[in-house]
């Protein structure tokens, strides 16, 4: 068989797995094949894929037996999926009728697939390191401060659209290093044991700011004027601010220089020496606040050009650096709240070796979501001993303890224990705290909370699981799941780095981006806190927008920056409903000065409907759509272009497919504004999708889609919700749970709580195999 796979990936057919697998009468494989099988093939396949053909180099024929044509899984898989998503046959050649189809589907479920029903595979899962959102809010929740260390860590790989897959999470000599310093900042936040340092904050040349069109910020001032910084205050105190700066004399006079803080003392001094060798210094007691003005003025700017010496010409100010230290003379400052709930788990009258154990156990079982072995706190407990030893105070070693327990592999990483770990045959539940670990960074990118290490304890967690889903998606640490989640399936994220052309685009601003953002995160998390229908995603008849997005979209009668929900009704329901009419998808799929009907329509097919078009050969120049309004291009719409590069036969392939769902959403321009003509000509968004169905706009593209695809649709969802769930891309093993799902869902009425209680009750959630190689 030459290498590669069909064009395109889809799921989407409303065959049930386990049925299916039973439609087959039964003589041996190799007879069914060429009896049931391989003339569906010839009658419908060989065209392409036979008789001598082999187009995106496949040949269903090219086997040297029958055997050979089984064991070829990513073949077959592609055949699948392609079959399933009703792209083979393509459209304008002869379909298979929906027995035949049924009957492919179910042959390569069970003798290519070799799927059991009785026996399903739950797949395995790669050990994985938390990521930086799962860091930040599993610190959050294990010492009770919201520091947000890991904001300083690289950013995460991404795998199958996300970034906390296992496979591509790895663990470089800089990032363990980061986490032992974060670590150790996040615990002397919690736990003070010593006076803390003061702080010292540096400005120099470029920090400085102007004050009422002062002089330059480089600190270089040759005529009267101000330059100041803003210091954040972080404790009440006393604060020493020091000022280095020269000056060159003018008339026998040099510079004299103002120090003045803002609701505070002021010191003016003569600078009597040339640059950089002078130091002052003045001192305030400032309150913790948001920031605290420190001014340095130039007074007595001079300037004579006619002096005879011409050191004495031009009085000028250099100011060097401000640096601020304090708060000085600090006292120990009383225990924080996370030090008194860290501490609260030791009992105040034992002697101080049992009360440090009493810490360090209820803290490290939170930390590494498990039971622990008294093997395993001994070996923390040497540490305490240790420091202790070395005379330092009780809070201190219980605390380098603890930041020992915090750069462990069983912090840092999440795996699961398997009395089999080597086994890939034995298929065993994950126990009910590895469960708990699952469902907790599932929905809240976070550690369990006490709830659930408290049901998992007691071996009640999988009977109290539908209550304890629906109590976590209506907790406020469910946002995780609309940030995380939401934001990469939906590519919210690259909101942040569109740049839209400000020339093109009057409108365009932070302002507007944030707006945007915020509408799609508000929408997700509605359906997710209302349990409402998941289809809602493709159509709905609300929205939510403040005053800014409302103009933007022509609403009217919402004023004031606060969100609020509006119901769309008449044109307004004819031009917006569901995430595919927001601004935020799309300006993401828009070019900087242009629409992209290609962008979009392959957002659709890849982030909605699961049914991504092939990348293009590496060895072919695909040739480019031109600079719309230039050459040829001069004067046409986006349609008419794409038009012209769609009849060339390299790119025809995938733009038949993508091309015609973007023009469905050509009434909207780059930046998501509603629009009726582009040139001066009538805007033309009617299409036909690739499967045969037509639409004339927006309105009736979203109809479709909710409609005829609204299976693809959930099928695409829950493979990307699955993936996000498990740390892991699914593969052909995984079909009889996807399907499960899917139908749980359609009998749920497609309300999002059935959709993640079904995948939270699927096999490949609670169960585990191990990573040795299965026995044929």
Known sequence: MKAGTLAAVAIGSAVVIGAGLFLLTRTTPESHYETEIEPILMAYCYDCHGDGMDKGEIALDDYDSVQHLFSDVPTWEGVYKNVEGFLMPPAEKKQPTDEERRKLIAWIERDVFKLDPENPDPGRVTIRRLNRDEYNNTMRDLVGM??????????????????NIGDVLSLSPTLLERYVQASGRVLDAAIVTKIPHPVIKSYRGGQFTPRNGGPSPSGSMSSNGTLGVKFSVPADGEYKIEVRAGGSPAKNEWPIMRIQTEKGPRKDVRVDKPRGELAFDLKAKWKKGDGRWIDISFLNDHYDPGAEDPRQRDRNLYLEE?????????????PTEAHKAIFAAGDKDAPEPERARQVVTRFVERAWRRPVEDSEIDRLMGIYEKVRGEKENFEEGVKLALQASLVSPNFLYRGEIRNRPDAAD???????????????YFLWSSM??????????????????????????????????????????????????????????????DSLRRAMREETERFFASVVKENRPVLDFLDADYTFVNEQLANHYGISGVKGSKFQRVNLTGDLQRQRGGVLTHASILTITSNPTRTSAVNRGNFVLENLLGTPPPPAPEDVEIPPLEASGKGDNKGKTLRQQLELHRAKPLCNSCHKRMDPIGFGMENFDGIGRWREEEFGKPINSSGELYTGEPFDGPAELRKILAKEKGEAFLRCLIEKLMTYGLGRGLEYYDKPALTEVAHRTEEGEYRFHELINAIVHSVPFQKCRGDGTKPE
């Open 146 to 163: 919201d520091l947000r260390p890991a904001d300083e860590f690289p950013e995460d790989d991404t795998g199958y659209g996300f970034d």
């Open 322 to 334: 401000i640096r601020v230290t304090g708060p000085l003379k600090r006292k120990l400052p009383p």
């Open 448 to 509: 369990p909370d006490d709830e659930l290490f408290q049901l998992a304890r007691e071996n009640r967690l999988r009977e109290n699981l539908d209550a304890q889903v629906t109590r976590m998606l209506n907790d406020e640490k469910a946002e995780a799941l609309t940030k995380n989640f939401a934001g990469q399936w939906l590519q919210l994220r690259n909101l942040q780095i569109a740049s839209p052309d400000p020339k093109t685009y009057r409108s365009w601003n």
């Open 426 to 440: 034995v298929v065993e539940d994950i126990d009910e705290f590895d469960l708990a670990s699952r469902l907790s």
